[in-house]
């Protein structure tokens, strides 16, 4: 179950600027049906692309 602060990596490619596996973290979490996420996606260098609000299906949890 993803959470608030949780490391995720986009499941596929968000638009121009977060690619597929790109890594960011869980912001908010909307707990209503069907659930959403606001997460914040960086880059290498932790300078942020895009903040987000996605679905479940389009993000996994980092390792």
């Given amino acids: 179950m993803i959470k608030a602060y949780d490391i ?3 499941a596929k490619a968000l638009g121009k600027r977060v690619p ?6 869980v912001v908010i979490v909307y ?3 069907p659930t959403a996420f606001e997460v914040e996606f960086v880059d290498d260098n932790f ?3 895009e903040i987000l609000t996605v679905s479940s299906d389009e993000i996994i949890l980092a390792n």
């Fill in 31 to 33: 707990p209503d049906f």
């Fill in 47 to 49: 300078e942020t692309l």
């Fill in 20 to 25: 597929k596996g790109c890594k960011g973290t």
């Fill in 8 to 10: 995720v990596k986009s």
